[in-house]
């Protein structure tokens, strides 16, 4: 199992940016596919973006296209998400995933208007 921390979150301006990441422990991070969830208040987790273990290969969900930017450093084990142009519905806790089942934390990211 990897363990998964995130941080980066905090409150933005709507039209601001915000990069978050996600730290993983363990030897085994280049062989992992990462994703990016979110959560709002009241609402089922919503997948965002995945990217494979070598970095080449994203995908994101309708709703981070054009907006996000998933990413990754395998030298520091550490995942990324570009998040510009933020709006107040992209308020939510963003969580990290791996592959093998490991979730972080989460960490809140709150868009004022």
């Known amino acids: 199992q990897v363990q998964l921390v995130e941080s980066g979150g905090g409150l933005v301006q709507a039209g601001g940016s915000l990069r978050l990441s996600c730290a993983a422990s363990g030897r085994s991070f280049s062989s992992l596919v990462m994703r990016w969830f979110r959560q709002a208040p009241g609402k089922e987790r919503e997948f965002l973006a995945t990217?494979?273990?070598?970095?080449?290969?994203?995908y994101y969900e309708d709703s981070a296209k054009g907006r996000f930017t998933i990413s990754r450093d395998n030298a520091k084990n550490t995942v990324y998400l570009q998040m510009n142009r933020l709006k107040p519905e992209d308020t939510a806790v963003y969580y990290c995933?791996?592959?093998?089942?490991?979730w972080g934390q989460g960490t809140q990211v709150t868009v004022s208007s």
């Open positions: 990217i494979s273990g070598s970095g080449y290969s994203t």
């Open positions: 995933n791996a592959d093998n089942g490991s």
